[in-house]
């Protein structure tokens, strides 16, 4: 399956093995972050209209509307579909159980801007900057536990790159940097 957000105020969802358009899902403006979660039925998507929306992928319901004053610009959800990050451009970064319907933690991440997250279980979440950080979470607290930066070795040593993606492989933490560069810790 993938889900693609589009210009004209849907997210769409496509069964790629097969083919064909499975679902829409509708904002009132451009859809600017999509996740979904085809094992539990789930599917956050984020829009320029100021909203996420949390929807139940089998019928295209609206489960859940999340309301900010900017646009959303990250959504993801865990692999248990039980954690939620939403992303409100300029705004602090909100970890939601969705399961409990509760907001776990308002997430400190000073004055760098969130462009990728991944979960780690529903134990950590993993968090990576538009200035080369990469945050580790706990996802109970919401409390920052280990900081990473990416392109700050030799000739590497660039003054910005975005972490376009970040995630555990066993023990390895690996980043893709904006630079060009696979990063692995």
Same mark, same amino acid.
């Given at each position: 399956?993938?889900?693609? *957000?589009?210009?004209?105020?849907?997210?769409?969802?496509?069964?790629?093995? /097969?083919?064909?358009?499975?679902?829409?899902?509708?904002?009132?403006?451009?859809? #600017?972050?999509?996740?979904?979660?085809? +094992?539990?039925?789930?599917?956050?998507?984020?829009?320029?209209?100021?909203?996420?929306?949390?929807?139940?992928?089998?019928?295209?319901?609206?489960?859940?509307?999340?309301?900010?004053?900017? &646009?959303?610009?990250?959504? #993801?959800? +865990? &692999? +248990?579909?039980?954690?939620?990050? %939403?992303?409100?451009?300029?705004?602090?970064?909100?970890?939601? /159980? %969705?399961?409990?319907? &509760?907001?776990?933690?308002?997430?400190?991440?000073?004055?760098?801007?969130?462009?990728?997250?991944?979960?780690?279980?529903?134990?950590?979440?993993?968090? *990576?900057?538009?200035?080369?950080?990469?945050?580790?979470?706990? #996802?109970?607290?919401?409390?920052?536990?280990?900081?990473?930066?990416? *392109? #700050?070795?030799?000739?590497?040593?660039?003054? +910005?790159?975005?972490?376009?993606?970040?995630?555990?492989?066993?023990?390895?933490?690996?980043? %893709?940097?904006?630079?060009?560069?696979?990063?692995?810790?």
């Amino acid at each position: 399956f993938a889900m693609l *957000g589009l210009d004209n105020n849907k997210a769409v969802l496509f069964d790629v093995q /097969n083919g064909g358009l499975l679902r829409e899902f509708i904002h009132g403006g451009p859809v #600017t972050a999509v996740s979904v979660n085809v +094992s539990v039925g789930r599917a956050l998507t984020g829009s320029e209209d100021s909203t996420a929306k949390l929807w139940n992928i089998r019928n295209a319901e609206l489960i859940r509307e999340f309301r900010y004053r900017n &646009q959303v610009s990250l959504v #993801t959800l +865990s &692999q +248990s579909g039980a954690l939620a990050l %939403i992303v409100p451009s300029n705004e602090e970064a909100e970890l939601w /159980n %969705i399961t409990s319907r &509760q907001k776990v933690a308002n997430l400190k991440t000073a004055k760098f801007r969130l462009y990728s997250a991944s979960f780690v279980g529903d134990q950590r979440l993993l968090a *990576g900057t538009t200035h080369r950080n990469i945050f580790e979470f706990d #996802t109970q607290t919401g409390k920052k536990t280990q900081t990473w930066q990416i *392109g #700050t070795e030799g000739k590497q040593a660039f003054k +910005s790159a975005i972490v376009l993606d970040v995630g555990w492989r066993g023990s390895q933490l690996l980043a %893709i940097g904006s630079n060009g560069y696979l990063y692995a810790f």
